[in-house]
T-cell receptor, first 113, second 109 residues
């Protein structure tokens, strides 16, 4: 069965800290995505990657960076966490085919104090 | 303006009722995705469709490409159907998905 695993379910960090959110998929998917989900705004794309070492900015990349050194792992980095980055972060993966569905991790609820 | 609009935003139904959630989009797409999110839970894929109609148990999804509209129907609704239902479209260029803001469904016993 398809599995996308996010390293933490809940995370509390202080303003200014560097934060790493890890995501691993076991389906050999080329595409991986990081979204944040906020009430009333839906899911917004932060970054995505369509291959190892390849990345593209999404709609809200400011304050974030990503790393994809291996096909199965896609990391989201908050260089200097701020309170407006308090949110639910969701990782997803898919095959490149047009009709390939997204598979989501369970999400990481990050609180920045 | 969001490329994907869902209605209604919130929906309360009695157990057993027939439920319809609507999704309209304004861009060219290759496929449309219906997703379900339970409170505190992750998001799971219900359907991915490019044309016509798909059925899985009590769930039915339809899409009209010409009208840029999709509907998700739930027959004989049950309290365990209570969740947020999200419509997402995959544009016909690129790998990105665009999401509606979701419909929060509550089914009362």
């Amino acid at each position: 069965d398809v599995k996308v695993t996010q390293s933490s379910r809940y995370l509390v960090k202080r303003t200014g800290e560097k934060v790493f959110l890890e995501c691993v998929q076991d389906m050999d998917h080329e595409n991986m995505f990081w979204y944040r989900q906020d009430p009333g705004l839906g899911l917004r794309l932060i970054y995505f990657s369509y291959d190892v070492k390849m990345k593209e900015k999404g709609d809200i990349p400011e304050g974030y960076s990503v790393s994809r050194e291996k096909k199965e792992r896609f990391s989201l980095i908050l260089e200097s966490a701020s309170t407006n980055q308090t949110s639910m972060y969701l990782c997803a993966s898919s095959l490149p085919a047009y009709n390939s569905p997204l598979h989501f991790g369970n999400g990481t609820r990050l609180t920045v104090t | 303006k969001n490329e994907v609009e869902q209605s209604p935003q919130n929906l309360t139904a009695q157990e057993g009722e027939f439920i319809t959630i609507n999704c309209s989009y304004s861009v060219g797409i290759s496929a449309l995705h219906w997703l379900q999110q339970h409170p505190g839970g992750g998001i799971v894929s219900l359907f991915m469709l490019s044309s016509g109609k798909k059925k899985h148990g009590r769930l039915i999804a339809t899409i009209n490409i010409q009208e840029k509209h999709s509907s998700l129907h739930i027959t004989a609704s049950h309290p365990r159907d209570s969740a947020v239902y999200i419509c997402a479209v995959k544009r016909n260029t690129g790998n990105q998905f665009y999401f509606g803001t979701g419909t929060s469904l509550t089914v009362i016993p």
